[in-house]
């Protein structure tokens, strides 16, 4: 596509059918206490999505 | 749902529900804003009309990249999960995540501190081995399949209960192989405490340590003092220095809180990065309106341009070789959170529960003293269960405002005790702290592109040689 750049990204409605192990930490174990970002954590079992 | 932008020279075209990030061109970011309410031949009109240099041509194979765009299922998808975040809304959940009050008490007395200075509101206390011990047995009876578990030392100060910490990580420990888990600890400081011991212990045991520091020395310590009135920066930034030096490359955060008398907290942000610090995090103030330190409405614009420069900074730092890592411009677009994740948030009250030093219940640390939302104690467990049930139901889909925000996978609608605060309802918006979310999201997927685009330039120039 000459006017188009799509980053690799993944596709959240593939990990619809794979997700939800429960894995991942805790959103505020880290370093907010005071927000809810769910974005910014890492997925602790991506390669079985 | 898409949402576009501009900033920093990029046109931005997210997709809401795949998750699709484009970096487009002006005509490329025209045709999309007005794809989906007119027919082709109108908008190439439009364009031609703006873009007079621009062959037809080139208009119309744009179009036809984004009818294969939404045909691929990376542009104006629609949204499937409603049904998924009613499923999860049923579903049976374990607690997987413990933060343990083990002070309501603390050696410094922070104005802005919504633990009240660790009181929480009530009276001075510490956590017993025997309440932390009891604690630790309820997460490994209530954590069901989850292997790792998670447990925050949390106060007031964690380390003025110093032993008692070290004790449940040895208790803890030695739980893991019989039990089949991982018990990941985070700590979060004031630094006052940290001594050698202290500093090989936590960073041979725990997986995260923050520690406390609002920046320039005049805003940490105009909050941020002893209980003398003395501020705390000269004692403690030496330590803080200590101790990431000692570090290595396990996790961390300089952690800052931004009030009203520093709404240009990238200075802060900056000086923590020019003290030796590469993993950084600064939060607005939560607190009464009404304090003289509160952010206000009138805030915003500015908030929004120090995160605009805090971005654009990072992305010279990194080009420079020196950059550092912002908490919440951390994105990972190809293995981050599962959808099941951004549905059901952040878990308070379900999977996540703090426990004060007498072993009760409560949603999260920022319940902690709201005596209506006690939901019960480590001995009994749950006792109000329609409680926790209240918390399984709030997520981005019970919010009526969070229907047509595209960030809503972002922040799963935000933190459930701002909300209260804000509002006086779970499910309601705190919409100042949605405003600011949104434009750090907007901000850090702008890094993402520039990276993105640095990277692809980088493999062209490889390729050529």
Request: net charge negative; with cysteine; aromatic share 10%.
């Amino acid at each position: 596509m000459k006017r188009i750049v799509s980053l690799n990204t993944m596709d959240l409605r593939e990990s619809a059918k794979h997700g939800g192990h429960g894995e991942c930490q805790t959103s505020c174990q880290s370093a907010c206490k005071t927000s809810c970002g769910v974005a910014n954590q890492k997925c602790a079992e991506p390669a079985s999505r | 749902m898409i949402h576009q932008y501009k900033l920093n020279g990029c046109n931005i075209v997210l997709d809401t529900y795949s998750g699709a990030v484009h970096v487009v061109d002006d005509l490329a970011y025209d045709i999309i804003a007005n794809y989906e309410d007119h027919a082709p031949e109108q908008i190439a009109a439009m364009v031609l009309e703006k873009y007079p240099d621009v062959p037809e041509q080139d208009v119309y194979e744009t179009i036809g990249d984004v009818d294969q765009l939404k045909k691929n299922g990376q542009l104006f998808t629609e949204d499937t999960y409603k049904d998924l975040s009613f499923d999860l809304r049923k579903r049976k959940t374990y607690i997987k995540a413990l933060c343990l009050n083990v002070a309501h008490t603390c050696n410094l007395s922070c104005e802005y501190c919504f633990a009240s200075q660790g009181k929480y509101h009530g009276a001075r206390a510490i956590m017993s081995y025997e309440v932390g011990k009891r604690a630790i047995d309820f997460l490994l009876e209530n954590c069901g399949f989850h292997k790792n578990l998670d447990v925050d030392f949390f106060g007031g100060e964690p380390l003025m209960d110093w032993k008692v910490v070290k004790q449940l990580v040895a208790y803890a420990r030695g739980k893991e192989k019989e039990c089949g888990k991982t018990f990941r600890f985070t700590l979060t400081t004031n630094g006052m405490l940290l001594k050698d011991e202290v500093i090989d212990f936590l960073n041979k045991e725990m997986h995260n340590v923050v520690l406390s520091l609002d920046g320039r020395k005049e805003v940490h310590d105009r909050l941020r003092k002893t209980v003398n009135g003395k501020g705390s920066y000269d004692f403690i930034v030496p330590k803080f220095q200590d101790f990431v030096k000692k570090r290595g490359d396990k996790e961390y955060y300089v952690r800052g809180t931004f009030t009203h008398n520093n709404v240009d907290f990238t200075n802060d942000i900056f000086h923590m990065a020019d003290l030796g610090f590469d993993r950084l995090s600064m939060e607005p103030v939560i607190c009464d309106p009404k304090e003289p330190y509160a952010l206000k409405q009138e805030d915003l614009p500015e908030i929004y341009r120090q995160y605009e420069i805090l971005a654009k900074e990072m992305l010279k730092r990194e080009e420079k070789g020196h950059g550092f890592i912002f908490y919440h411009y951390m994105l990972d677009l190809t293995e981050g959170p599962c959808i099941h994740k951004r549905i059901s948030g952040c878990g308070s009250g379900t999977e996540y529960l703090a426990v004060t030093p007498w072993g009760e219940l409560f949603p999260c640390h920022q319940f902690v003293g709201d005596e209506s939302y006690s939901m019960g104690n480590i001995w009994d467990g749950i006792t109000k269960p329609e409680l926790q049930n209240e918390f399984k139901q709030v997520n981005c889909y019970s919010k009526p405002e969070c229907q047509d925000c595209w960030a809503k996978l972002y922040c799963s609608g935000g933190c459930p005790a701002n909300a209260l605060h804000a509002t006086g309802s779970l499910n309601g918006n705190f919409e100042f702290s949605c405003d600011i979310f949104r434009k750090r999201i907007e901000c850090a997927i702008m890094i993402k592109v520039v990276e993105s685009m640095r990277a692809m330039e980088n493999d062209k120039q490889a390729v050529n040689k």
